[in-house]
């Protein structure tokens, strides 16, 4: 599962009386076991600790109340990941309902075409069913089975489903040898927002170096 990085909240809580935060102050979001994880290890009582053991229903309460309080509006909670046993995705899109947030991001790991057409599907009805507004977007990696936008777009059209878009990281379309004109061939529908993502020119030589410049 995800959380929003609730200590960044504080400091937005903090923030100068003009609302600007500082540089590094976005929100953060992160698996909930991290988010335990840094709850075990702090020695500061932290102020939502009761409502995460108290489940999910109450932590997304008290996770909305923060962002409502800080006027801090998150756009997607992340990611979904195939090949690695339970997804956890109708969990994530139960989540994002709840608070407010209109895209949940996907990505395939090392699944096949079928399966990830398969999985978006399976998403979209619970979507549909539990979380109407909340769209699943497909976010292509070289480093994943889904490497490029042209695959992403072909997917997501065999899918055929309003709640299935596919996410654009302008780092991924550049690593996956795409170009910005190649997103005036994607119907618009299908491209809701894209993520920015900046790197030195040239071109990292494995799949080790693709993969840790997209993680770092």
Known sequence: EVAADLDR????????????????????????????????HDDEPHRLAVAHAEGPGS??????????ATG???LDIEPIILGRGSDGGERLLDAAAA????????????????????????LADHAEANA??????????PIFSVSSLGQAVAIAERVGRPEVAVLVDTLHLARS???PADLATVDARLLPY???ADATASTPADLAG?????LH
């Open 72 to 74: 801090v509006v998150a």
């Open 177 to 179: 040898g795409g170009s």
């Open 132 to 141: 109407p507004g909340v769209r699943i977007v497909l976010e292509f990696l």
């Open 99 to 122: 608070l407010g947030v209109p895209f949940v991001l996907m990505a395939s790991g090392g699944a096949d075409d079928d399966r990830v057409i398969a999985r978006l599907a399976e």
């Open 210 to 214: 693709l993969r840790d410049e997209a």
């Open 194 to 196: 894209l993520q920015l």
């Open 9 to 40: 909240l504080d400091q937005a809580e903090h923030a100068d009386q003009g609302g600007v935060l500082g540089e590094g102050d976005e929100v953060v979001e992160q698996r909930r076991h991290d988010l335990a994880d840094r709850l075990r």
């Open 59 to 68: 932590f997304h309460l008290a996770a909305g109340d923060r962002l409502d």
